[in-house]
Structures are given as C-alpha cells and as structure tokens.
C-alpha cells in the first residue's frame, strides 16, 4: 500500500467562533492509501486548542511511525493493520484517525461498497445540528433565525464566554426562532461550576427549553461536572472530558455526564469510535458523534458510522457545512439538516479539487 499526505486549506463562508479559538478556514491533512488501482481517503483537522494535533505533527506521525508500522502489509490486512495504526505512536489521534479512515474507505471500496454500507448499514440519510457561533444577542437571534431558514431544526449556540450574558444571548435566540426548534448548547470548557449552574438554572427558569449543554467546565474537572451534573435538570453532554475508553470509565464512575460525544479526531478513528459507543450504550448514557472543523472526508466517515451505529440524539456533523468550497470531489451532500451518503464506493470521494 502507498501512502500520500495532502495538505489543504479550505476558507469557511463564515468565521467561526467558540470560547476557545476563532477559525475562518479549515486546515487538515488528507491521507490517501491507494493499493495501485483504487484510493482510501482520510483526514486529520488541526485542532490546536482541544487536541493539540498539528498538521505538521499528523504529517510526520503518518509518514513517519504509521507507515512504518505498516509495512508489509496488504490492503486485505485491515485487522491488523488497524491495531498497528493504534499501537505506532502515542497521542497523536488526528493522524491515526486519517490512516483508520483511509483504511476503511479503501477497504469498502475493494469490495464496491459504501463505506457505511461495508459498517453494516443500509441507511444513507443522517440527521446533524448546525452551530451559532459565539456573538451578540442580536447577531446570534439573527443567525438563528436564518439557519431555521436553511432547514435546520436543532441548533447548537455556543458560549461560555460570560455566564451572565450568555442567559440573555440563548433567551434572545429562542424568542427568535420560536418553539419549535430544538437548542442546545456548547460551552467549550469556558464557565466555573458555579457559573454554570446559574445560567442553566436561569435558562430552564426562563423556560429556554435547553435540550443539553456541552462540556460547561474544564476538561479535568470530572468532580465539576459531576457537581454540575447533579444540581440541573438539564442533560450535560461530555466533550473535551473524553478522548478514550479510559475518559469514559472515569465519566461513568463518577457520574459526571448524562450524555458523551465521540470524536474520530479525539479517538482516533472509527475502530475506537465504536468502541466508545457501545461503552456508552451498554452504561445507560446518551451519546452523538460530532466534528472538529473537518471536510467532507472527516465528516463522511463520522456520517457512515451514524448510519451504522445510530445515536440517541442529532449528531453534530455540520463542520464541513461551513466550507466555501470542498477541498475534494464526491462525498456527502447537505440538505438542510440532512446528510446525505454517496452511493458510490467507499466514501464517495474521488480525488483533490485544491
């Protein structure tokens, strides 16, 4: 198998902006593994200030360690290949989340399959939010209302940035947007517990209808999160807090989540994704799968997995939504809040358009 490291740098129609960074463009390592005839994709996002993992890194990591250890190995070896992707570095899950990917894809595409279809699944439509970046009150009710517009029926606001104006920002969106829609809301770490429970309080006070609130504490503070787990009504949703099945033993021990959201950029891929979804499903927790800001090749593997493994609520996979343009040709296609998964081979995509 060769392997090839594309760097690609794809501009966002609109910046986007939580309480831990402000992206205007999308910046990943796309690995693809051809077996000389056909080509696997994957991708590795740079994602600075969650996971650490840099284009630079994923790139050595992948040419350097990954394809060592997989030589010698055939496109047919996908067991083991993927234990030896899992086993060649420590950390560094971006770039062993492209080459699982990619080895998946091509697998899927070795014998004319999709690759949510080579998971197991007949199911090529998945539902996914849509986030409200970080801004006023009044651009927020603005964006929320034209992401109705769009077709989105559950909208993600994120704050964390002051917990007193951040009650007045989510009010103002659902008077703006009205009843029906579904809001939920991504805090990224930024509020103290107390802080925390204030504004949640304040919001189901307030008659907000929040459906779940993301990650409201620091990534560490699992005693935190169980504190503020335990003192709302509201459902609380692990991020940050999980990359492993280690992370979500310790959230299950202690209580400290209703729900986790499995990332392939955290994980490591869809191998240790599914892992992790049926840790959660067996301990009672909800879970979704979610995206760092990804192309349509992160955000097709994460769709394929849905489609396999469904979760119990809408997934947050609008990532590559955001995109001005796809960096490749193929793939998945938006329609309003709907994924839909190419019928072509694997994931669809066919080549670089950058």
Not at 268 to 283: D, F, I, K, S
Request: with cysteine.
């Amino acid at each position: 198998m060769k392997i090839t490291t594309h760097l690609v740098s794809a501009p966002l129609h609109t910046p986007f902006v939580t309480a831990l960074r402000t992206a205007t463009h999308a910046d990943s390592l796309l690995v693809e593994i051809s077996d000389g005839e056909l080509s696997g994709w994957g991708e590795a996002p740079q994602v600075w200030k969650v996971t650490g993992d840099s284009l630079a890194g994923a790139q050595a990591c992948v040419e350097g360690p990954i394809t060592t250890a997989l030589d010698g190995l055939g496109p047919d070896d996908l067991t083991e290949a993927l234990r030896r992707v899992q086993n060649a570095a420590a950390g560094n899950f971006g770039a062993k989340m492209a080459v699982d990917v990619a080895l998946h894809d091509l697998a899927a595409r070795r014998r004319g399959q999709t690759l949510h279809g080579f998971l197991g699944s007949t199911v090529d439509v998945v539902r996914t939010d849509v986030t409200l970046s970080v801004g006023d009150a009044e651009a927020l009710a603005t964006a929320g209302r034209a992401r109705v517009a769009d077709g989105f029926d559950v909208l993600k606001v994120k704050v964390g940035t002051d917990a007193k104006a951040d009650v007045e920002r989510v009010r103002r969106v659902r008077e703006a947007i009205g009843p029906g829609p579904t809001l939920r809301l991504d805090a990224n770490q930024g509020w103290s517990r107390r802080d925390a429970v204030t504004a949640i309080r304040a919001l189901e006070d307030a008659g907000c209808a929040i459906e779940l609130v993301e990650q409201p504490v620091v990534a560490a503070d699992l005693d935190g999160m169980a504190w503020v787990t335990d003192r709302v009504g509201t459902p609380i949703l692990a991020d940050e807090s999980v990359y492993g099945v280690r992370d979500l033993v310790a959230v299950i021990r202690q209580g400290a989540a209703d729900l986790v959201n499995v990332k392939l950029a955290k994980c490591g891929g869809l191998g240790p994704a599914r892992t992790l979804l049926e840790l959660a499903r067996e301990h009672g927790l909800g879970m979704i799968v979610g995206s760092m800001m990804e192309s349509h090749v992160g955000v097709g593997a994460a769709a394929a997995l849905v489609s396999a493994h469904p979760t119990t609520a809408v997934n947050d996979l609008d990532a590559a939504w955001w995109l001005r343009e796809a960096p490749v040709a193929g793939g998945i296609r938006y329609e309003g809040s709907l994924i839909h998964l190419p019928a072509a081979p694997g994931l669809g995509v066919t080549g670089l358009t950058v």
